[in-house]
């Protein structure tokens, strides 16, 4: 038995799970905290906060803006959804390519060209969709 002052290293040695004892509890105390903030705010908090006043209007779809089909659930959609779809697609991923770039940039004048063409080329066919009036909304 090794005898340092008035502690013994003894009993630490003997159990090699005991200093991880500590951790452990720690982890079951963040797992059911855990636990109970998913239980709460998916059952409790809706039926405590809730209103208590249903109506058969606030249980009908509703899909941006456009009536709810009564009669054939197969009729056609406006086309300006989808050019508004793909507009919205093309330009976001233009955003994405240009994040990274924008955060390497380091006055690096052929990355810069590059961007530049890839620029210019999105603002020639924003130029000419806005020419042809696919951006006017009319019905």
């Known amino acids: 038995?090794?005898?340092t002052g008035t502690a013994s290293l003894e009993p630490a040695m003997s159990n090699p799970v005991a200093p991880?004892?500590?951790?452990?509890?720690?982890?079951?105390a963040a797992l059911a905290m855990g636990g109970f903030i998913v239980w709460a705010s998916g059952w409790l908090l809706p039926r405590l906060l809730k209103p208590r006043n249903p109506q058969a209007h606030k249980l009908t779809p509703y899909?941006?803006?456009?009536?709810l089909f009564q009669q054939d659930a197969r009729r056609r959609y406006n086309i300006q959804f989808y050019l508004v779809a793909v507009l919205f697609?093309?330009?976001d991923v233009e955003a994405a390519f240009l994040l990274p770039w924008a955060v390497q940039f380091k006055s690096n004048l052929a990355s810069f060209g590059v961007m530049l063409a890839?620029?210019?080329?999105?603002?020639?066919?924003?130029?000419?969709v806005w020419g042809k009036g696919a951006l006017e909304w009319e019905r």
């Open 63 to 67: 899909e941006c803006g456009v009536p």
């Open 1 to 3: 038995m090794i005898q």
């Open 118 to 128: 890839f620029v210019a080329t999105l603002l020639v066919g924003y130029v000419y």
């Open 20 to 28: 991880f004892l500590p951790v452990l509890i720690l982890l079951l």
């Open 89 to 91: 697609i093309l330009f």
